[in-house]
């Protein structure tokens, strides 16, 4: 009997193993954000009448949730600081859902201002008398080598990623630590968890909300009904590249380059709600290789400085002889 057992048992990890492999192998989140969205709870249930304050909501990501809470029936709270997107951002959420005018509030909001935060966070809690969720999404990404960035890209990335985000989150906090319930959702990066060329500063500002958010959520354990949870994705199809800080604070990008590689906004949206409705409080979101990245940083993080070395010569190469960044890792670079 205990033979039939112990060949059972060799012939099942085996399987086990292999099934988690070829899994992984398709897969475009953690196994834990994959997880919820097979077995736990479902978005259009958990988020159903919940007051939800997006910021950075004119584009890209924060668009896209706010179409997909819309769905959901949440009632939302666009805040980006160009008025008329966010006005366009909802018009497209009433026609797509089932929500009246009086359930979505527009409030431009500039994360650079922050003396202007504490009014406008009463003026979002006044509106429908709480937020249950605040999605910090507001920021802009770089493309520059260090050796040419001015000094104040650096700060403006800090003051706009990093503090811009962290005074937000402060005026709504206590807010919720009275109500004893809440989520505080912040979009992160990869390039939050390892490093990568061209985004020094944007790596360092994301970095430092990954710091600031562990460390926060380790104070609130007295609070177990607020959630603090990070979002991680890798590259997404967004606007940010076209917003993105280059060697001086207003010199534009030259070419964004074909996003078509990345993955779709509305996956990446959809599997952070799956998220936020379980609880879930880091989710690494990204089609692979850079799953595979984010985990053999975690697990082997020597292995993890050879790759990042080679890839990260490729991706220098290639924007010096004018290619787009992200599209670098996919293209070869050009031959004088």
């Known amino acids: 009997m205990d033979c039939c057992i112990a060949s059972a048992l060799w012939c099942f990890i085996p399987l086990y193993l292999l099934i ?19 077995f736990g709870h479902r978005p259009e249930n958990k988020l159903k009448g ?23 029936g949440s009632r939302l709270i666009l805040s980006a600081r160009r008025e008329d997107e966010l006005k366009r951002v909802k018009r497209c959420c009433l026609e797509c859902s089932d929500l009246q005018d009086e359930d979505i509030r527009v409030l431009p909001l500039d994360l650079l201002e922050r003396t202007s935060h504490e ?14 969720v605040l999605i910090n999404n507001g920021g802009r990404s770089q493309r520059s080598l260090c050796l040419e960035t001015s000094i104040d890209v650096y700060q403006a990335l800090m003051e706009l990623n990093f503090l811009g985000t962290v005074s937000i989150t402060k005026q709504v ?20 968890l390892a490093g990568a060329p061209l985004s020094t500063g944007y790596s360092a500002s ?7 958010f562990n460390s926060l959520r380790t104070e609130l354990t007295d609070f177990p009904n607020i959630l603090i949870s990070t979002v991680c994705p890798g590259p997404v199809q967004s606007h940010i590249v076209q917003n993105a800080f280059t060697e ?7 070419a964004a380059g074909n996003q078509g590689h990345k993955m779709p906004t509305s996956r990446c949206v959809r599997l952070m709600l799956v998220g936020i409705a379980n609880g879930v409080k880091e989710m690494w979101i990204a089609q692979q290789p850079f799953l595979l990245f984010y985990y053999t940083w975690q697990y082997a ?17 290639n924007f010096k002889a004018g290619l787009d960044a992200d599209t670098a890792y996919f293209t070869k670079s050009k031959t004088s």
Request: charged share 15%; glycine share 8%.
């Open 20 to 38: 988690h492999f070829l899994c992984f192998l398709f897969a475009d989140a953690d196994f834990t954000l994959l997880w919820a969205g097979l």
């Open 50 to 72: 919940l007051v939800v304050w997006i910021t950075g909501a004119s584009s890209g990501i924060g668009e896209e949730l706010a179409y997909q809470l819309a769905k959901c």
């Open 119 to 132: 009014e406008k966070a009463k003026a979002a809690i006044q509106y429908f008398g709480h937020i249950d």
């Open 173 to 192: 906090l206590p807010h919720m630590t009275q109500r004893a319930t809440g989520s505080v959702v912040t979009v992160s990066s990869v390039v939050g």
């Open 206 to 212: 994301k970095h430092a909300l990954q710091g600031f």
């Open 248 to 254: 001086e604070v207003h010199k534009p990008v030259a």
């Open 301 to 317: 993080p020597t292995f993890a400085w050879f790759i990042t070395n080679m890839l990260g010569r490729k991706r220098v190469q």
